[in-house]
C-alpha cells in the first residue's frame, strides 16, 4: 500500500563508491522530485520529471545523476561518493509539474565514511 | 539573506495553547506557500498550502499569508502533544513544483 517507496533505507558505503538509490509510487503521479536533507534539517530539491522529461535540474555536482525509465520510477545515480554526499535524500511526486501537493518517499540515509 | 527564514526554535507550548509558526520570504514573485510537518527520523507531510492573501482553515490548523509583508503563517488551535514535530514552511517561486524550503521550527507541546 506504500505511496511512495524508496529502496534502500539506509546506505553506508566509501568514499568513491558508486551508488543507486531507487524511487518508485503507485499514486498514479506524473511528476517526481529528488530532495537532499542535510545534517541541519535543511530541505533542497535537486532534481524533477514530469513524464519522464527533466524540468528541474538544480546546482548539483555532475556526479548526481537522476533517471526516469518511466513516470512510475526514478532512480538517483551517485558517482564518486565524497563525505558531504552525507545526507537524506528523499524522493517525492505529484500529479502535474507544478506540484502542488508532493508526497515524500520515507527517505534514505546515506552514510559515507 | 536566505530565501525562506524560520525561526530555529525550539517553540515551547503547553498542550491545549495556540502555537504560532512563523516564516519569511525573500522573492515577492512567489505564487504558493506550504507547510509541511516533519516528526524525527521521518518524512515531511504536507498540512496545508496557500496562495490568497488572508486565512486559510483547514481543522485545528490556519494558515495566514500576507504578501505584502512577505510573511506567512502557521496557527494551531488546541496544541496536543502528538503536534510536537519539525515543521518547514516552502515557498513556490513559479510554475514549477520547486520548492524552497525554510530550516524548520521545532515544535514542542508539553503535557
Known amino acids: 500500500d506504500t505511496a511512495v517507496s524508496q529502496t534502500p533505507k539506509y546506505l553506508v558505503t566509501q568514499m568513491g563508491n558508486d551508488k543507486s538509490i531507487k524511487c518508485e509510487q503507485n499514486?498514479?503521479?506524473?511528476?517526481m522530485y529528488w530532495y537532499k536533507q542535510d545534517s541541519k534539517k535543511f530541505l533542497k530539491i535537486m532534481f524533477s520529471y514530469n513524464n519522464k522529461e527533466l524540468i528541474i535540474n538544480e546546482t548539483v555536482p555532475n556526479r548526481f545523476s537522476p533517471k526516469s525509465p518511466d513516470k512510475a520510477h526514478l532512480n538517483l545515480h551517485i558517482n564518486s561518493l565524497e563525505l558531504g554526499d552525507s545526507a537524506v535524500y528523499f524522493c517525492a511526486s505529484s500529479h502535474g509539474r507544478a506540484g502542488l501537493e508532493q508526497y515524500f518517499g520515507p527517505g534514505t540515509r546515506l552514510t559515507v565514511t | 539573506q536566505k530565501e525562506v527564514e524560520q525561526n530555529s526554535g525550539p517553540l515551547s507550548v503547553p498542550e491545549g495553547a495556540i502555537a504560532s509558526l512563523n516564516c519569511t520570504y525573500s522573492?515577492?514573485?512567489?505564487?504558493?506557500f506550504f507547510w509541511y510537518r516533519q516528526y524525527s527520523g521521518k518524512s515531511p507531510e504536507l498540512i496545508m498550502f496557500?496562495?490568497?492573501?488572508g486565512d486559510k482553515e483547514d481543522g485545528r490548523f490556519t494558515a495566514q499569508l500576507n504578501k505584502a509583508s512577505q510573511y506567512v503563517s502557521l496557527l494551531i488551535r488546541d496544541s496536543q502533544p502528538s503536534d510536537s514535530a519539525t515543521y518547514l514552511c516552502a515557498v513556490k517561486p513559479g510554475n514549477t513544483g520547486k520548492l524552497i524550503f525554510g530550516q524548520g521550527t521545532t515544535l514542542q507541546v508539553k503535557p
Open positions: 499514486l498514479g503521479h506524473d511528476t
Open positions: 496557500i496562495y490568497s492573501n
Open positions: 522573492d515577492r514573485g512567489s505564487q504558493s
